[in-house]
Structure formats: structure tokens, C-alpha cells
């Protein structure tokens, strides 16, 4: 199972969601018939994006008395900035990216559920917090069940030319 990392942050943060090529393309074969509806839709749901923005290779290290970052890529990567709007019941669906994001909760309060999780335990994510989604195939929904909407602000970086969100059916051990 992934650890989803928690952290506080502040400051006035975006939010953002796209429909993605594969999302498309998952869509037609259903409506001319070429197979099951696979994809959780998402409900409530909302984004705009700034990106994609392409790098070369990063190479970069801070050391400090107080923190120390790593962070290396080989090749070109995608970065985006995603904000996403949740209203009251909404959720994302279920989905994954190919790359890691960092979401923060600009305002409402976030509740993320992972695929693989067995019990499908919520994680309660609060205005000010954030937490870190490693993509790769890590299947989670993003649900707002708190009494205002929800913003939501992801910094995403995926392989060059990659789909940035990939729909996946819901998980058998989450109820939603």
C-alpha cells in the first residue's frame, strides 16, 4: 500500500482537473460500443491548468540545518499546475497520474481514499495541509464531505508527452 505524506503549508493556493486523451477515448468506445464503462466519473467536480510547462534533465540538492530536498529527473517532464473545485458531495473518481503530485487544500476540507487500501480508510485533510499522491498507478478519490466547496491546489510532474489523469474503475473494497 502507498503512504500518503501529510504536510502544512500556507498561502493562497490553486486547484485544477483535466479530461484527459485516454478519458476520451474510454468514453467513445463506450458510447459506439466497444466495451464496459471501466471509469468512475467524477460528480461535483471542476478544474483549470496552468501547463504543461516542459524541463530537461533537474538535478537539484539543498542541504540545510532544517530541510534538506533531492530532487533528480533524466529526460524531459510535464509540470503542471492543476486547481480543482469539489462541491458539497462531490468527488474526483477514481483515478491515477503518471507522476507524483503535491495537493494542497486551499479551502473546505479534503477526504482521500486510496484503492488499496483494504479498509478504504478515509484521510481527513484540512485548509492549510496538503498531502503528496505518488502516481504510478496509485489508484485514490478525492470526496468533499465537509459543508463548503472544497479548492484544491496540485503541482504535478509526469514523463514528457504522458497522460497527465487516467480514470480507473472503482475499487471492490470502497463502498463508493
Given amino acids: 500500500m502507498h503512504k500518503t505524506r501529510l504536510w502544512k503549508e500556507s498561502g493562497n493556493l490553486l486547484a485544477a482537473r483535466i479530461a484527459t486523451p485516454a478519458a476520451i477515448a474510454l468514453g467513445c468506445a463506450v458510447l459506439f460500443g466497444q466495451g464496459p464503462a471501466l471509469a ?27 530541510l534538506k530536498i533531492k530532487m533528480q529527473t533524466q529526460g524531459f517532464s510535464d509540470v503542471y499546475v492543476v486547481t480543482n473545485t469539489v462541491a458539497v458531495g462531490g468527488h474526483s473518481g477514481w483515478h491515477t497520474h503518471s507522476g507524483p503530485s503535491l495537493v494542497s487544500v486551499k479551502s473546505g476540507t479534503a477526504t482521500y481514499y486510496e484503492g488499496d487500501d483494504p479498509k478504504c480508510t478515509p484521510h481527513v485533510i484540512l485548509q492549510g495541509e496538503g498531502f ?45
Fill in 40 to 66: 468512475t466519473p467524477n460528480v461535483g467536480f471542476a478544474s483549470s491548468m496552468i501547463g504543461p510547462t516542459t524541463f530537461g534533465d533537474i538535478d537539484i540538492k539543498l542541504h540545510t540545518d532544517s
Fill in 132 to 176: 503528496v499522491d505518488s502516481g504510478d498507478g496509485h489508484v485514490h478519490l478525492i470526496r468533499n464531505e465537509g459543508a463548503e466547496v472544497l479548492e484544491l491546489v496540485a503541482f504535478q510532474m509526469i514523463p514528457e508527452g504522458a497522460v497527465r489523469r487516467i480514470d480507473a474503475p472503482r475499487p471492490g473494497n470502497c463502498p463508493f
